[in-house]
């Protein structure tokens, strides 16, 4: 398998269910992202992980909670979530070094999320 | 603090005509990288095109190209003879490279959806 595999596709949930979002990636990348694409909003970065240790916390609600185990699998741990946190929830990976700037994500396909 | 701007919420083209999606972009770090994805209705996010702060051409890829004006800060995407299958949500990104904070995030603009019309 090669890319950014993102499982489930589809996950509906009610507010008090807990459940989890998995990410890996078969491309020898280094650096794991989880962003947060609401509808009608421009895409927002949740956290990163660079070397299996979390770089970027962007302000997300504890109700979310991120694993890095290793380089290749993320995971995105969520319990008690609002209806506004429906959205669609991508994981990307890179490479992570001073030179990496020219070096651009790689995305699964997504995880689409609707809470009830 | 780095800023994408895309001010183009949806654009319409022609099948077979060339369209340019416009991105201004704000940053002080001297060692940047651009990026355009296209997002179909799918969800998937597809990287098109790189440019560079440092290369001195214009980066190309098939029918995508990269309208880089350094000094004013903008990276406009030229997608040239259109095909319905470009109809889709464009985002531009950026990602810079003097510190570790910042070379590990990319950060995207607001997209622009293109409408590529029969």
């Known amino acids: 398998e090669t890319g950014v595999t993102q499982t489930p596709r589809h996950l509906v949930m009610g507010m008090t269910n807990k459940k989890s979002l998995k990410c890996e990636q078969h491309l020898g990348h280094n650096a794991m992202y989880w962003y947060k694409q609401s509808a009608k909003k421009p895409l927002e970065l949740m956290f990163v992980?660079?070397?299996?240790?979390?770089?970027e916390n962007n302000s997300v609600p504890s109700r979310f909670s991120p694993e890095c185990p290793n380089s290749s699998h993320l995971f995105l741990h969520l319990h008690t979530l609002q209806p506004e946190d429906s959205a669609l929830y991508l994981c990307?990976?890179?490479?992570?070094?001073?030179?990496?700037?020219?070096?651009?994500?790689?995305f699964g396909n997504g995880t689409r999320l609707t809470v009830t | 603090a780095q800023k994408i701007t895309q001010t183009q919420p949806g654009m319409f083209v022609q099948e077979k005509e060339a369209v340019t999606l416009d991105c201004t972009y704000d940053?002080?770090?001297?060692?940047?990288?651009l990026f355009w994805y296209k997002q179909p209705s799918s969800g998937e996010m597809i990287f098109l095109i790189y440019?560079?702060?440092?290369?001195?051409q214009n980066a190309t890829e098939g029918r995508y190209s990269l309208n880089f004006q350094k000094a004013r800060k903008s990276a406009n995407l030229v997608i040239s003879a259109s095909q319905l299958g470009d109809s889709a949500m464009y985002f531009c990104?950026?990602?810079?490279?003097?510190?570790?904070?910042?070379?590990?995030?990319?950060?995207f603009g607001p997209g622009t959806s293109l409408s590529v019309i029969p």
């Open positions: 990307a990976s890179s490479h992570s070094s001073q030179s990496s700037y020219n070096s651009p994500l790689h």
């Open positions: 940053t002080s770090d001297p060692s940047y990288g």
């Open positions: 992980y660079s070397l299996e240790e979390r770089v």
């Open positions: 990104a950026m990602r810079e490279g003097s510190t570790k904070t910042s070379y590990d995030k990319v950060i």
């Open positions: 440019q560079g702060s440092y290369d001195q």
